[in-house]
């Protein structure tokens, strides 16, 4: 920080209302929008970059804590070519995100967003057509999603942001990708800003010699959340499991009581499924009430192969969603994969729950589930399917492996009800465990 920017903070933060006042009326209309522009001044340390001969720095926090502030801010320093965060302006930047409406909704567009912290004057064109940022200097910054890798093949850049890189789906091919294009000007940098989740290719980030780990907890930011923040979520979670990591940034690694390890679901990975699968099925789960109160309602797509290997195709769970929303989602997705039948649970809905999908597409057939025994016990046999390597998972599913790697006797640390796990046992329970009629192979 600048010594003009440390007095400046000093004579905002550090001092009463009353000389805070006397102060800021002594500046013109000009100076005080130049002050309510000036990052240095209103980070917190953890938010500037920091020092050394870094080229991946790593913003680790929980929710809330200020990370897509502090990766939008160090993409304006550097496109101004601001001292001490760059030495020269840069010119041609990536933005990532887990979706191109994520990267558009939070890193452009979000109120922490690249056009939210520039000044009128200074603020660049955003060009949604061509999914791009241009700055008034020429500087431009593309939009590029992670579920798509190969979209990276070809651009270069001497700047890129990452956001919330442990929910990439194709994290691996995205970052090689993202690597490769890195090679314009005299020192490309990156930035990656996320809530910590134990994915392998984090904990390599982490262990690299030219990374640079910055970390802040969800209340080190409460002076800029909702009031209610505290109370219903904060105090609810923290010391947790899901607090640690969701709330104070923490990297937790799997329970030693969970049915499933991080290690074994990275080996079973895949980028993508056989052309030709047997059959296909989705797995409801639905929760028993709508609303923000609700369950979320699971909703996982799987196949299994003329091999006998089966595939987690897609986890595409839904929150906060309506009885017709989350049956029109499991249709449309029936749909788009030629699937062979929906499978629903029927506890806590019963004949409700046939009757919603059947109203909306009674062409679509539908399988009743009913569980007789409890979670753990049905999620047992799948977990020794996963075992003995006969399952796959199809690109990163960070929900839904947090979920499994977190599932243990007493259910998951959070006491949530597992919505994404217990789609995706009965999903494999019927392909893998159950009565099997002839296969039909089908391209997807």
Known sequence: MTSSAKSLRTALIGSSRERQATFLATLSARELQTLIYDWEIWARQDQLPPRGDWITWLVLGGRGAGKTRTGAEWIKALVQGRAPFAERPYGRIALIGETLSDARDVMVEGVSGLLAI??????????PSRRRLQWPNGAVAQIFSAEDPESLRGP??????GDELAKWRHAEATWDMLQFGLRLGTKPRQIVTTTPKPTQLLKRLMAEPRTAISRAPTRANLANLAPGFLDTIVRRYQGSRLGRQELDGELIEDRADALWKREQLDRLRVDRAPDQMARIV?????????????????????????????YILRDSTLCEVSPTGWATKAIALYHRLAADCLIAEVNQGGEMVTTILSGIDPSVPVRAVRANRGKY????????LYEQGRIRHVGNMAELEDEMCDFGLDGLSSGKSPDRLDAMVWAVTHLCLGEQPEPKVRAI
């Open 118 to 127: 520039h000044a009128r004057e200074e603020r660049p064109i955003w060009q």
């Open 156 to 161: 270069q850049f001497d700047a890129a942001w």
């Open 282 to 310: 989705i797995a409801i789960d639905p929760p028993a009430t709508s609303g923000k109160s609700a369950d979320a309602c699971g909703l996982v797509a799987a196949g299994i192969d003329a091999d006998g290997l089966c």
């Open 377 to 384: 016990l049905r999620a047992e046999p799948v977990s020794a």
